[in-house]
């Protein structure tokens, strides 16, 4: 029976939620022999499926969505006042923190797009002294509409390739091409332009009465510091990225740069070089050129998921079903039955009605006649499918409630053929991994979530037994992103190997693994994400030593290529394999957002090619 949290509710707009944290300000250089005092300019920029359909059309203030905290004195709090050199400070959080969503419609007419949804954030860090707070607003208020004007330009111009590439059959734009044309015209030297036109616009009367100005009153030329301005930095994230690093987040690391002295703003502006015995006169003004006056640190994180999105694939005889949570956060599943030749008979469906939280988890008898999905509901508990037929039953699947556990990510779950019992592992809040199994194929639970060893995992496990229900295989990311094992040799009595490396290389992560094992449990695959990328290893001796399917061990994981083009995986892997291991088929989703398949038949690898050609969206 359908039940709550798994809701009928209707949701109109993809969502990636994110956060933008700036938590520390530092001062490397102070800018005078007295202490600084610095306020800080942050601009964030949000462009989604919400302003997409408007920007080649509408008016600038449609086009893009902004966050301005107040540009004044003061806003860094009192922290700012006496500011030690090298001592970092906390970032009030009306300055610092901005919560916002990416949001796409996919019923639009532009899914194509919805790898250009960005959010980019820019910062100007300026130092007090007489900058009086009405200029600061002006030039804040300045600053502001440069960049708004700027950034609708420019993605205008993005979005107007990509549509002309799309009618043309061509590849669109990609992240990468985004991220840089952002970046390109949201820079250092274009705000501090307008800053230094501001500025010069305040200059009353002509460059010698400021000299004498200079003299009664240093560093207020123009009210708007000419010495202390230090500058901007600006960081562009693409949804993509935003779902590929979602364990971690985008560490910031703002310079902030001031890159000329007092003598070359002046020759600059006027063309006058002034006299070195003038300068030796007033040595605190005639600073050197440095850059990285003001350093500010942050993360930018995913908050919806807690890591990249699973996906699961199962592999019977008679065919292949993929599953991955997608558009309005439903269970979407389509399947080969050619072998993964192709995936387009019918194209992408849903899984019943059932809205999630998390990737997808799912585990098969061999013969279909049993298919489990799993997965993280609205209310934090896994849910999951028990059809009893064929896997053409899911499209009516109902969803049901494991006993309760708050879970912090989805679950994965392993059936063995000859026992047919049913295993669940997942996450609580805590990163403990939790572990239930039936011997009913989930009518009702023998142990309802035990603990499985101390460990603390930072992404939903894999799991993977042995036809006789013997040798269990469960991996997970530690806290440094490294893959370990738990492993059992009697059925889970026992287990060895509990949380250790198990001989597999050291690796930093940044998505759940994925494995498959032979019916004998010999032979194990195991893959994830690591840069991007998927790296696998093998073993044929029940995980005792790992190659790269030469038999030699390795002292490194192995690099799948990429499919064709730029880009990047933002999805964990997701494997199935027949049961002697010869047959592997790998899936993930690319930063287009599509699902890609790879088939590994007897060694031999094929390229990758898209499973289905519908626009539906995963994360």
Known sequence: MLQLPLTCETITMFVVDATINLDKFQIVRENEGSQDEPFIWVIGIRFDGVTAPNILTASENAALSFHTPPGRHKNLGSAAEHADNLKPFDIPEAQGVWKTSLRFDPNSNFPVFAPFCTLAIAVVGLEEDSTSNTLAIEA????????????????????????????????LPSGQDVEERLTDVLNYRAIKTVIDDFRDSQIPVAVLKGFVNLFTLPGNLAQLDHDEYVGDAQAVYTMPELIANAIDGHKITFELNRDKSFAQFIESRTGIELPPLFLESIPKINMPAKTGHYRITGRTRRTDLREPPTVAAVWTPEQIVVLARGDDRHCFYINSDNGGKSFRTKGWRIAGKGVFTSGMGATTAPDGSLLFVCGRGNDGRIWSTRPTSKLTSLENAGWQQLPPLNSRFGACAALSEAAKRLHVFAVDQERRVRWSWSNDHGA????????????????????????????????????????????????????????????LPEMAFSSAPACAVSADGNRVFLVAKGDGSFFFLRSDDAGKNWHKGDGVPAKEWTRFKLPAGNGFFISAPAVCASPDLNEIHLFGVFNDMRMYHRAIVNGKGSDWQTAGDEPVLFA
């Open 444 to 503: 009702s639970w023998d142990l309802p979530w035990g603990f499985l060893g101390t460990e603390l995992l930072g992404a939903t496990p894999a799991a993977a037994v042995s036809a006789d229900g013997k040798r269990i295989n469960v991996f997970g990311l530690d806290r440094n992103r490294n893959i370990l094992r738990a492993y059992s040799a009697d059925g889970g009595v026992k287990w060895e190997h509990l949380w250790s490396r198990s001989g």
């Open 140 to 171: 804040h208020r300045r600053v502001v509409e440069f960049v708004k004007h700027t950034l609708t330009a420019e993605l205008r111009s993005i979005l107007a390739d990509a549509i002309t590439a799309f009618g043309q059959g061509d590849p």
